[in-house]
């Protein structure tokens, strides 16, 4: 308003109508003149993020083109765009599963910070919509840098679609140590028991009624239904698969991670392994 009636008032006499600082009116003024200036730079960090980041990660992308824009910034950029996050509207609705009631106890004890690759790997599954029928994704999930290390995708809900998680894990399956997961059915079976015990693998279970005990594995499903699943329709498993292996490439390589410091899983383990060296 003090901007299109400046021709007529002086600012000084506006400003003080509106009770606001002179102050004030200036930095929105000068704020407003440079929006132009990025808001393509957040646009494309959108569009790039698949349109999931928000203004805290965006900032972070920003930053590491050189420009320093205030997350107040850049959500009034996103609404003026009509940028709006999948996070926005994300809710997760947990799902029952029948119970392991294996005596096996919770050896991970949620330590879920782990200083090696691969030392820890946990484990969940979830449930996609392909063509009208309830399909699953089951992914290991590696503790050190939360990469996904292993997944698949199924018809079926059960000890195979985990086996095959497992096979599609590409380095020596030797190197873990303990695998983690909750008390789902489909992660009791002989054989899951024969895979762990032919490398030497501790098993760990979550106590019985308490996701919290795989709080990272339940996480991360959560960004996967919110990123991947939301919105999207499967007309065949062959699709759901293929889409997937991108999501995870993605996932590994680009997403930026706010519990890894705002890298990806991948660039945090090559900075770890810099450090080794």
């Known amino acids: 308003m003090i901007k299109n009636n400046r021709h007529k008032y002086s600012i000084s006499a506006m400003c003080k109508v509106l009770q606001i600082p002179r102050s004030t009116y200036y930095y929105e003024a000068k704020e407003r003149a440079s929006e132009d200036d990025i808001t393509s730079d957040v646009i494309d960090v959108f569009k790039a993020s698949r349109q999931n980041y928000g203004t805290r990660k965006i900032k972070v992308e920003l930053k590491k083109r050189g420009l320093i824009v205030s997350r ?3 959500g009034r950029i ?4 009509g940028l709006v996050s999948t996070y926005t509207l994300a809710q997760f609705k947990p799902h029952t599963k029948s119970c392991n009631e294996s005596e096996q106890q919770n050896e ?3 330590a879920f910070d782990q200083e090696e690759e691969m030392t820890v790997v946990v484990s969940d599954l979830t449930y996609v919509r392909v063509n009208k029928k309830w399909h699953y994704v089951c992914v290991f999930v590696d503790l050190f840098n939360r990469e996904i290390v292993g997944f698949s995708t199924g018809p079926n809900k059960d000890a195979l679609l985990v086996y ?4 599609s894990i590409k380095v020596d399956l030797h190197k873990i140590k303990l695998f ?3 008390r789902g059915n489909e992660f009791k079976n002989k054989l899951i028991d024969d895979a762990l015990e032919t490398f030497h693998i501790q098993r760990s279970l979550s106590m019985k009624g308490c996701p919290y005990d795989n709080a990272v594995a339940e996480a991360t499903f959560k960004i996967i239904k919110t990123e991947f699943v939301k919105g ?3 007309d065949s498993l062959e699709e759901l698969t293929r889409e997937l292996h991108d999501y995870v490439h993605w996932f ?3 997403r930026i991670h706010g519990t890894l410091g705002y890298v990806s899983p991948i660039d945090y383990k090559l900075k770890h392994l810099k450090k080794v060296v």
């Open 164 to 167: 095959r998680a497992f096979a």
């Open 72 to 74: 107040r910034r850049i």
């Open 232 to 234: 999207k329709h499967f």
């Open 78 to 81: 996103m609404k003026e765009q």
């Open 252 to 254: 590994n390589h680009i």
């Open 180 to 182: 983690h997961t909750d």
């Open 108 to 110: 991970l004890n949620r």
